[in-house]
Each structure stands twice: as structure tokens, then as C-alpha cells.
């Protein structure tokens, strides 16, 4: 078993994981109530070792490894809220949260609006999602539109290690259900956590690199994809502003619309399907509130309107760097 | 217990349960047949008050009153109790306002109560069985807080379920058992078996009798006769004791029979035998214990002052209903979120302008 990350330097360089795990022990020493629950999340420390070390630092009480039905964990995870406990699920692989499904969305997300503001449901479901990491069925799947589209939820995911330990906590403070997203391929990249900084607003997006011409938008791990498609267009000579969305559930549209303003370009981009997705959804926004601003019509670059492919084909299904800026170019001819 | 006809009879497997009736008095007698009368009547008054369109919908509880007053009355103050949508005079018991419950079905509220001002008595749940998952964790958090289990029956909780037939083949309540079990929670599972879900006979939902489904789990069953309001109470009293103190979950399953509608918007003439009803009214819980009553020599005019309170309850309940308003428009928006949310807030924002919109055009 790994040591826990010291946390009392100014920064460290670490992989999302173990600032994940840094962020859950933080939460576990600030606040009594918050404990873990989970497939093998205990003393195997999950399947991507995101708890590691944590039951035995905090015990079976706070680190619940429990009987495998997502429905039952999501469920109690509701009784135990409403005890006044803040439960953190782990659902172990994107695709399999769905047998949890009802308790998410007609159950956790109505609780406070059923009790008419009587309790608060401070639960946070931590999802592993997205491509790009070439497993089977159900293992790479990005289903954040389901969840965003369920008023009571908040829907989040970030980018980088250093988000990755504020948000954690953040998600974990919030009075609010939230729905965690984890892009699983951004879970090994080291980078460089501030632990001396406070952490940005859980819900607000932000500019990643900054530039002139385009605009291009994405979550989790799209926003890395968007890094390398914004250097190789400045080979080209092609300068685009990056914003890393960070939030799905609300959208902080103010460094969007910032960007498009002086841009007057936008691409929004995701791992999902695009029909009925968050960049439909961000597209028809700016649309609405940026018409006279936009020198081209938004467009979309997203997986494609099927399943997630099997994973020898899983590139030509992902948005690449090529896809984000054959979009760019389509943006910049109008 | 007792028998159809009313005499107190109990079979060989109901000895052990009969030290637990040594808890009540002739006052808790009186109280059971009173609660069970008053609540048959407001449930006629309640189904009236659908049919003339002051609710939305109603859902009855004849014929199940036995079950769940004894099985309410086995409760105590500091338990938590998760009822289904049916448990009107549990949550009478536990002290809620039966207008309370009518809000709801008038469609003024999505909820109807705070349930720790009101006994513990938790919302309705109408997507069967979501609440026994809801229980089990309520449970678990009992343990974890060490509310449970320290040997003081005074202050150890439990937590009762009310679930059905139906519910029961909800993979909710399968993973609520596996849950319950696994974690050796505080509580009991109330399986009301009232025979039918809707037009589903329960022989579609189990090939085995339901409380035999417990020991797979791991927990005990044990099955009562529901219509026997002193059965559903000492049985569901042991059980309760046994989760306060430290033993773990147990499933009853109350047999009983839903004399009216599922709802409302039922019409159960389109499925069901006449003869089965009729069986089963002949087993009516109220003319049963009335008859076990007047065994032990009640008065009549204690019977006649019951049925001259539920007439009253009834119709003060019926006026009280006739008075609910409301709701504003903002409750649309409020209690969404906890924290603020830039959406709702607008959507808010932008329906007030517009519903203003309209004034103005007024003026």
C-alpha cells in the first residue's frame, strides 16, 4: 500500500488518482460524516486504487465496501443522507451505473424538492467514465447528458489533477447531490496539484489556454485532447482559446460567451453521442445569447450516434486533435 | 390469534409471540378497534372526495387495517417508519395529520410533511419499493451514529418498512434484503401480501410464500394472519425488540386482502373472482376484533361512540380537505437545489416577469 500524499506542501506533482484520494481524505478529516461506499473500494482500494489506503486509515465505518448492486448502494446512500451522513458512491465503471439509474434520478435528485426543502441530500456519485483506455463493452462510455438533463443533480467533472482534489471537496461540501465524473484516461497523466491555493468554484468553467480565432469547449479528458489540437493549430498559425467546462450541471456560460465575443467562433466537444448531448445543449445557449457575436455557426464535435465501438476502432470513434480542428477549419472558412 | 370468528384461539406457533400481549391494556384494545374503525371511515370519505374531484387520486386501505395498526402500535416513538402509499392510519398513529396526506393526493405538494415533526413517519414513496432501500441505509445510519443496539430500549431505534406484494419482485427490495442482511441492520421488513398488485394476483409476483423468501436472504420470516390486529402487533413487537437490541432484520409478511380498488382509477370487478372478496370480508379485521371485544364484554356503548367519532373524523377531515390551497407558483423552483443554481434561478426570474407581463397589460 502506497502512503497517503502529504498534503502540507505547497504543491506535488501527482496522477488524478492519488489527487482524487488525496481529496477524499481530506474531506474524510474535515468532516465525520463523509464516508466512502462501494465496489471494492476497500482494501483493494477500487479498481482504479482511487481509495487506497483508506480503510485502513479510516476503518469499515467510514470505508463501506459493499454488496454489489449499484441500485442498493445509490439507495442507502439516500437513507444514510438523510440520517445526515454525506455518502460518496463509487460506481465502479460508467456503464454499469445504470441499474442505479432510478434511485438517481427519481429518487436522490427529487428528495429535497419532495421534502419541500426539509433535508438536504449531500451525496456524491463518483463515476470513472469516457474512452480512450481500450477496454470491453460498457467500460468507456461518457452517459453525462442523462444526468445533466435531471433537475436536483449537479453534474461535474474535471480535467486535471489539480481540479480533481478541489472539486472532490467541493462536490463533497455541496448541500446538493453530485454527479462525478472521472475521465478514466486522465487518470494516470501526473500534474501539478496547488494544495495551498483554494480551489476554483465547483461550478465555474474556465479559460485552459487562451487565444484569439476560434473558441473550442470541452470536459474531462476532451480538454487535453483540446490542448493538443490548440498547439498544433498555432503550428499553422491558428490561435484557440481552450475552456475547460469543469461543470455540466450548471453551465458557467460567463468565460464561454467571454471567449466567443472576441472569437465569434465556437466548437464544442465531447466523447458522447451528440444528439441531445451538453454540447447541444451549449450550442442552442450560445446561440441564443451570442447570435449577433458569432461570425459561424457553432459546431459540434462528438462520439458518434452509436455505441461506444469496440475498442480496436475506439480512435476513429473518439474525437481526435484531426477531428477538433477539421471543425476549426470548417469554423474559420465561414 | 384470534379467529375469524373472533375467539382468541392462538395456534402452536403464535406461543411465543403471546408474551408480548401481555404489554397491553384494555386501553390499547380500545384504541386498536378505534383507530381501526376511524380510519375505514375517513378511507370511504377519502375515496368520495376523489369522486367528486377534490382528489387527484385515492388510494384505500380496507381491509388492511389490522395489519397496519398493530404492526404501527409495535413501533415506538423513537423509530423511524418508511411506509409505501397505503399506510394512512400508521402514519395517523405515528401522529401525522390525515390532511397531511391528502395534500398530497391534491396535488398541492409532492411531499406533504416533515416526517421528524410527525413521528418519524417518512414520506409516501410511489415508485414501489425505492424505500426499502431508503430504510436500509436510514437503518445503517442508525448503527454508524450508535443510536441502536446499546442495550437501553428506551432510546435504541429501529426502523420499520411497509412494502407489498407487488414491491416485493422490485429488484429494490431484493437488494434491500441483501443489504439489511449483509449489515446486520435495525429493522423489519412489512410485507403487507394483500393478494393483488393492481390486477396482478400475487401468484405472478412468488411460486413460495413470501416470508419463506427471508431465509434466503438470511434473515428470519415469519408469516401472520394480517387481519389479526393482535398477531400483526405482537409479532412485529418481537421483531422490532429483537432489531433495537442488536439482532438484525427480520421480514413479516402480513396476509391480508385489499378489499377496495388499488386506486381510484381501479375497477377490480374487471379481474377479480367475487367469491375471493367475499371469503375475504367474511375475515373483515374490524367485525373480527369487534367480535373478540364483545367477547371479553365491551360495552356497546363504547362501539356506537367509536363509530360516532370516525363519522366525525370523516367529516371534520372531509372540511379540512374542502379548505387545502395553495400552492404559490414559486414552488416550482424552490428547494431544487439547496445551494443556488444560475438555471433555476433564472427560469424563476423569467416566469414572474412574464406572469407580470400580463398585469401590466391590465393597467
Given at each position: 500500500?502506497?502512503?497517503?500524499?502529504?498534503?502540507?506542501?505547497?504543491?506535488?506533482?501527482?496522477?488524478?488518482?492519488?489527487?482524487?484520494?488525496?481529496?477524499?481524505?481530506?474531506?474524510?478529516?474535515?468532516?465525520?460524516?463523509?464516508?466512502?461506499?462501494?465496489?471494492?473500494?476497500?482494501?483493494?482500494?477500487?479498481?482504479?486504487?482511487?481509495?487506497?489506503?483508506?480503510?485502513?486509515?479510516?476503518?469499515?465505518?467510514?470505508?463501506?465496501?459493499?454488496?454489489?448492486?449499484?441500485?442498493?448502494?445509490?439507495?442507502?446512500?439516500?437513507?444514510?443522507?438523510?440520517?445526515?451522513?454525506?455518502?460518496?458512491?463509487?460506481?465502479?465503471?460508467?456503464?454499469?451505473?445504470?441499474?442505479?439509474?432510478?434511485?438517481?434520478?427519481?429518487?436522490?435528485?427529487?428528495?429535497?424538492?419532495?421534502?419541500?426543502?426539509?433535508?438536504?441530500?449531500?451525496?456524491?456519485?463518483?463515476?470513472?467514465?469516457?474512452?480512450?483506455?481500450?477496454?470491453?463493452?460498457?467500460?468507456?462510455?461518457?452517459?453525462?447528458?442523462?444526468?445533466?438533463?435531471?433537475?436536483?443533480?449537479?453534474?461535474?467533472?474535471?480535467?486535471?489533477?489539480?481540479?480533481?482534489?478541489?472539486?472532490?471537496?467541493?462536490?463533497?461540501?455541496?448541500?446538493?447531490?453530485?454527479?462525478?465524473?472521472?475521465?478514466?484516461?486522465?487518470?494516470?497523466?501526473?500534474?501539478?496539484v496547488r494544495f495551498g491555493e483554494s480551489g476554483t468554484p465547483l461550478h465555474a468553467s474556465r479559460v485552459a489556454s487562451a487565444g484569439t480565432d476560434v473558441t473550442v469547449v470541452g470536459h474531462g479528458a476532451m480538454v487535453s485532447v483540446l490542448l493538443q489540437a490548440a498547439e498544433l493549430a498555432a503550428t499553422e498559425g491558428i490561435s484557440l482559446e481552450v475552456i475547460d467546462l469543469r461543470s455540466i450541471s450548471p453551465i458557467d456560460y460567463g468565460p464561454i460567451l467571454g471567449s466567443v465575443a472576441k472569437t465569434g467562433r465556437l466548437v464544442v466537444t465531447q466523447e458522447a453521442p451528440g444528439f441531445v448531448s451538453v454540447g447541444s445543449e451549449i450550442a442552442a445557449t450560445v446561440a441564443e445569447r451570442a447570435f449577433y457575436t458569432l461570425e459561424a455557426p457553432v459546431l459540434r464535435v462528438s462520439g458518434f450516434d452509436t455505441p461506444f465501438p469496440p475498442a480496436a476502432v475506439e480512435t476513429h470513434f473518439l474525437p481526435s486533435p484531426d477531428r477538433v480542428l477539421e471543425a476549426v477549419d470548417r469554423a474559420l472558412a465561414y | 390469534m384470534i379467529s375469524p370468528n373472533g375467539a382468541f384461539e392462538p395456534n402452536a406457533a403464535a406461543e411465543e409471540f403471546l408474551p408480548y400481549l401481555n404489554r397491553l391494556t384494555e386501553a390499547d384494545h380500545r384504541r386498536f378497534y378505534h383507530d381501526m374503525v376511524v380510519v375505514r371511515k375517513f378511507d370511504t370519505e377519502a375515496a368520495n372526495l376523489q369522486r367528486q374531484g377534490q382528489l387527484a387520486l385515492w388510494v384505500p386501505s380496507h381491509g388492511q387495517e389490522a395489519a397496519q395498526v398493530g404492526s404501527a402500535y409495535a413501533t415506538r416513538p423513537q423509530d423511524h417508519v418508511f411506509p409505501s402509499y397505503r399506510e394512512h392510519v400508521v402514519g395517523m398513529i405515528r401522529g401525522l395529520d390525515v390532511v397531511d396526506i391528502l395534500r398530497m393526493l391534491r396535488g398541492v405538494t409532492l411531499g406533504g410533511w416533515v416526517p421528524e415533526e410527525h413521528g418519524n413517519f417518512h414520506l409516501y414513496t410511489l415508485v414501489l419499493a425505492s424505500q426499502t432501500l431508503h430504510s436500509t441505509g436510514y437503518a445503517m445510519g442508525m448503527q454508524l451514529d450508535g443510536s441502536t443496539a446499546t442495550g437501553n430500549p428506551e432510546t435504541d431505534q429501529a426502523v420499520i418498512v411497509y412494502y407489498g406484494d407487488g414491491a416485493s419482485s422490485q429488484g429494490d427490495a431484493n437488494e434491500a434484503l441483501v443489504f439489511a442482511a449483509s449489515y446486520q441492520t435495525p429493522q423489519v421488513f412489512f410485507l403487507q401480501n394483500n393478494h393483488w398488485a393492481i390486477s396482478v394476483p400475487v401468484a405472478r409476483q412468488s411460486r413460495t410464500p413470501l416470508y419463506l423468501r427471508a431465509g434466503g436472504f438470511g434473515m428470519p420470516g415469519t408469516q401472520i394472519d394480517g387481519n389479526d390486529v393482535l398477531a400483526s402487533f405482537a409479532v412485529t413487537a418481537k421483531s422490532m425488540d429483537d432489531a433495537r437490541s442488536g439482532q438484525g432484520p427480520s421480514l413479516i409478511e402480513a396476509l391480508t386482502y385489499r378489499v377496495g380498488a388499488h386506486t381510484t382509477a381501479d375497477d377490480p370487478t374487471k379481474y377479480r373472482d367475487p367469491e375471493e372478496l367475499a371469503y375475504w370480508v367474511a375475515r373483515d379485521p374490524i367485525v373480527r376484533f369487534r367480535s373478540y371485544l364483545q367477547g371479553r364484554g365491551i360495552e356497546q356503548e363504547f362501539l356506537d361512540a367509536v363509530d360516532e367519532e370516525a363519522a366525525d373524523f370523516a367529516a371534520d377531515a372531509r372540511r379540512r380537505a374542502l379548505e387545502i390551497t395553495g400552492p404559490e407558483q414559486s414552488v416550482i423552483f424552490d428547494n431544487v437545489y439547496a445551494e443556488p443554481h444560475p438555471l433555476v434561478a433564472e427560469q424563476k426570474a423569467w416566469l414572474e416577469r412574464y406572469e407580470a407581463s400580463f398585469d401590466e397589460g391590465k393597467n
Amino acid at each position: 500500500m502506497n502512503a497517503a500524499t502529504d498534503t502540507s506542501v505547497a504543491s506535488a506533482s501527482l496522477p488524478m488518482t492519488k489527487a482524487l484520494n488525496a481529496g477524499l481524505r481530506q474531506a474524510m478529516q474535515d468532516d465525520p460524516k463523509v464516508l466512502l461506499m462501494g465496489e471494492d473500494i476497500g482494501p483493494l482500494g477500487g479498481v482504479f486504487r482511487v481509495t487506497e489506503g483508506l480503510i485502513a486509515e479510516f476503518g469499515d465505518k467510514r470505508v463501506l465496501d459493499t454488496p454489489l448492486a449499484e441500485s442498493g448502494i445509490i439507495g442507502t446512500a439516500i437513507g444514510l443522507a438523510m440520517r445526515g451522513f454525506r455518502p460518496v458512491c463509487e460506481i465502479q465503471f460508467d456503464g454499469f451505473v445504470f441499474p442505479g439509474f432510478d434511485q438517481i434520478t427519481s429518487q436522490l435528485a427529487r428528495m429535497r424538492n419532495r421534502h419541500e426543502g426539509g433535508l438536504i441530500m449531500p451525496v456524491v456519485i463518483r463515476i470513472p467514465y469516457g474512452g480512450h483506455i481500450g477496454s470491453i463493452e460498457h467500460h468507456q462510455e461518457s452517459p453525462e447528458a442523462y444526468f445533466a438533463h435531471t433537475p436536483g443533480l449537479r453534474v461535474v467533472s474535471p480535467s486535471n489533477p489539480h481540479d480533481a482534489y478541489w472539486m472532490m471537496q467541493e462536490a463533497i461540501a455541496s448541500d446538493d447531490p453530485v454527479i462525478f465524473f472521472e475521465p478514466k484516461s486522465r487518470y494516470w497523466p501526473k500534474g501539478e496539484v496547488r494544495f495551498g491555493e483554494s480551489g476554483t468554484p465547483l461550478h465555474a468553467s474556465r479559460v485552459a489556454s487562451a487565444g484569439t480565432d476560434v473558441t473550442v469547449v470541452g470536459h474531462g479528458a476532451m480538454v487535453s485532447v483540446l490542448l493538443q489540437a490548440a498547439e498544433l493549430a498555432a503550428t499553422e498559425g491558428i490561435s484557440l482559446e481552450v475552456i475547460d467546462l469543469r461543470s455540466i450541471s450548471p453551465i458557467d456560460y460567463g468565460p464561454i460567451l467571454g471567449s466567443v465575443a472576441k472569437t465569434g467562433r465556437l466548437v464544442v466537444t465531447q466523447e458522447a453521442p451528440g444528439f441531445v448531448s451538453v454540447g447541444s445543449e451549449i450550442a442552442a445557449t450560445v446561440a441564443e445569447r451570442a447570435f449577433y457575436t458569432l461570425e459561424a455557426p457553432v459546431l459540434r464535435v462528438s462520439g458518434f450516434d452509436t455505441p461506444f465501438p469496440p475498442a480496436a476502432v475506439e480512435t476513429h470513434f473518439l474525437p481526435s486533435p484531426d477531428r477538433v480542428l477539421e471543425a476549426v477549419d470548417r469554423a474559420l472558412a465561414y | 390469534m384470534i379467529s375469524p370468528n373472533g375467539a382468541f384461539e392462538p395456534n402452536a406457533a403464535a406461543e411465543e409471540f403471546l408474551p408480548y400481549l401481555n404489554r397491553l391494556t384494555e386501553a390499547d384494545h380500545r384504541r386498536f378497534y378505534h383507530d381501526m374503525v376511524v380510519v375505514r371511515k375517513f378511507d370511504t370519505e377519502a375515496a368520495n372526495l376523489q369522486r367528486q374531484g377534490q382528489l387527484a387520486l385515492w388510494v384505500p386501505s380496507h381491509g388492511q387495517e389490522a395489519a397496519q395498526v398493530g404492526s404501527a402500535y409495535a413501533t415506538r416513538p423513537q423509530d423511524h417508519v418508511f411506509p409505501s402509499y397505503r399506510e394512512h392510519v400508521v402514519g395517523m398513529i405515528r401522529g401525522l395529520d390525515v390532511v397531511d396526506i391528502l395534500r398530497m393526493l391534491r396535488g398541492v405538494t409532492l411531499g406533504g410533511w416533515v416526517p421528524e415533526e410527525h413521528g418519524n413517519f417518512h414520506l409516501y414513496t410511489l415508485v414501489l419499493a425505492s424505500q426499502t432501500l431508503h430504510s436500509t441505509g436510514y437503518a445503517m445510519g442508525m448503527q454508524l451514529d450508535g443510536s441502536t443496539a446499546t442495550g437501553n430500549p428506551e432510546t435504541d431505534q429501529a426502523v420499520i418498512v411497509y412494502y407489498g406484494d407487488g414491491a416485493s419482485s422490485q429488484g429494490d427490495a431484493n437488494e434491500a434484503l441483501v443489504f439489511a442482511a449483509s449489515y446486520q441492520t435495525p429493522q423489519v421488513f412489512f410485507l403487507q401480501n394483500n393478494h393483488w398488485a393492481i390486477s396482478v394476483p400475487v401468484a405472478r409476483q412468488s411460486r413460495t410464500p413470501l416470508y419463506l423468501r427471508a431465509g434466503g436472504f438470511g434473515m428470519p420470516g415469519t408469516q401472520i394472519d394480517g387481519n389479526d390486529v393482535l398477531a400483526s402487533f405482537a409479532v412485529t413487537a418481537k421483531s422490532m425488540d429483537d432489531a433495537r437490541s442488536g439482532q438484525g432484520p427480520s421480514l413479516i409478511e402480513a396476509l391480508t386482502y385489499r378489499v377496495g380498488a388499488h386506486t381510484t382509477a381501479d375497477d377490480p370487478t374487471k379481474y377479480r373472482d367475487p367469491e375471493e372478496l367475499a371469503y375475504w370480508v367474511a375475515r373483515d379485521p374490524i367485525v373480527r376484533f369487534r367480535s373478540y371485544l364483545q367477547g371479553r364484554g365491551i360495552e356497546q356503548e363504547f362501539l356506537d361512540a367509536v363509530d360516532e367519532e370516525a363519522a366525525d373524523f370523516a367529516a371534520d377531515a372531509r372540511r379540512r380537505a374542502l379548505e387545502i390551497t395553495g400552492p404559490e407558483q414559486s414552488v416550482i423552483f424552490d428547494n431544487v437545489y439547496a445551494e443556488p443554481h444560475p438555471l433555476v434561478a433564472e427560469q424563476k426570474a423569467w416566469l414572474e416577469r412574464y406572469e407580470a407581463s400580463f398585469d401590466e397589460g391590465k393597467n
